[in-house]
């Protein structure tokens, strides 16, 4: 937990903080960590975490990884957090555009919005045909270190930039964040971002911003195949752009 959240901070409740640290923890970690681990982790003592892993098991907020080694976050705060209405009015706005955008690219796409430092796939359309490259729902990875975080970021208003990068600065390098804010102007410039992905050689990520009504609500991204169905870039981002727009005009009518 870093000093400013701490600060902020006027109440404690220790068993609360106890097991939203494990939450947070498991979320940061794509595989699944053993009780010896999360106690390592967060510098506390296996019997003080044993009781509180167990509930947390118990109600359905973490579960075993497959090789049932260690532990690792369910979707049941993702479901939680989709049930929000908010969430349903984006995804209810969304999908319909994204199902029609993907046969005239002959791609997959996905929608990507901002939770903490990191970025969450909530939606996804598969590419139409046999061939094709898909993120799954519920993917995370960290905002500095993704297309679609990226876009998240670049296209808040300034302000809202900087409070954010208060926090994302923390556990990247100097020149890291110095080239994360440079590719962020540039897409500013650009209108959307062309990258190579973060994770899968062969794939350019492809992301244009979608706006709610207090700002950047999530980000439209295609992870672009060299496939026989695939229209050239330039269209396709031309597609995601007109996508981005309509269901802009769905969640925010006076944009």
Same mark, same amino acid.
């Given at each position: 937990?870093?000093?400013?959240?701490?600060?902020?901070?006027?109440?404690?409740?220790?068993?609360?903080? $106890?097991?939203?640290?494990?939450?947070?923890? %498991?979320?940061?970690?794509?595989?699944?960590?053993?009780?010896?681990?999360?106690?390592?982790?967060?510098?506390?003592?296996?019997? +003080?975490?044993?009781?509180?892993?167990?509930?947390?098991?118990?109600?359905?907020?973490?579960?075993?990884?497959?090789?049932?080694?260690?532990?690792? %976050?369910?979707?049941?705060?993702?479901?939680?957090?989709?049930?929000?209405?908010?969430? $349903?009015?984006?995804?209810?706005?969304?999908?319909?555009?994204?199902?029609?955008?993907?046969?005239?690219?002959?791609?997959?796409?996905?929608?990507?919005?901002?939770?903490?430092?990191?970025?969450?796939?909530?939606?996804?359309?598969?590419?139409?045909?046999?061939?094709?490259?898909?993120?799954?729902?519920?993917?995370?990875? $960290?905002?500095?270190?993704?297309?679609?975080?990226?876009? %998240?970021?670049?296209?808040?208003? +300034?302000?809202?930039?900087?409070?954010?990068?208060?926090?994302?600065?923390?556990?990247?390098?100097?020149?890291?964040?110095?080239?994360?804010?440079?590719?962020?102007?540039?897409?500013?410039?650009?209108?959307?971002?062309?990258?190579?992905?973060?994770?899968? $050689?062969?794939?350019?990520? %492809?992301?244009?911003?979608?706006?709610?009504?207090?700002?950047?609500?999530?980000?439209?991204?295609?992870?672009?195949?060299?496939?026989?169905?695939?229209?050239?870039?330039?269209?396709?981002?031309?597609?995601?752009?007109?996508?981005?727009? +309509?269901?802009?005009? +769905?969640?925010?009518?006076?944009?």
């Amino acid at each position: 937990m870093s000093d400013t959240r701490a600060k902020k901070r006027d109440y404690r409740a220790p068993a609360l903080e $106890k097991g939203l640290d494990v939450l947070e923890l %498991l979320a940061a970690n794509r595989g699944g960590l053993t009780l010896t681990q999360i106690s390592s982790a967060l510098e506390r003592s296996s019997s +003080e975490l044993f009781r509180m892993v167990q509930v947390l098991e118990a109600r359905g907020y973490v579960g075993r990884a497959a090789d049932e080694d260690g532990l690792i %976050l369910t979707n049941k705060l993702f479901a939680l957090g989709m049930a929000r209405a908010p969430a $349903k009015d984006l995804l209810e706005a969304a999908l319909p555009t994204m199902r029609a955008v993907c046969p005239r690219i002959g791609q997959s796409c996905h929608l990507a919005v901002a939770s903490g430092d990191q970025m969450v796939v909530v939606a996804r359309v598969e590419a139409p045909g046999d061939q094709g490259f898909s993120v799954r729902v519920g993917y995370r990875r $960290k905002i500095v270190q993704a297309t679609s975080g990226l876009v %998240l970021y670049a296209f808040q208003t +300034e302000s809202e930039r900087r409070r954010w990068g208060e926090e994302l600065r923390a556990g990247v390098t100097v020149a890291t964040w110095k080239r994360f804010e440079a590719e962020a102007a540039k897409a500013r410039d650009d209108g959307y971002v062309r990258a190579d992905s973060y994770v899968t $050689k062969a794939v350019v990520d %492809l992301s244009v911003p979608i706006y709610g009504p207090d700002g950047v609500a999530a980000a439209l991204t295609c992870p672009y195949v060299d496939t026989p169905s695939a229209i050239p870039m330039p269209e396709t981002i031309a597609d995601l752009q007109k996508a981005a727009a +309509e269901i802009t005009s +769905e969640i925010r009518p006076t944009a």
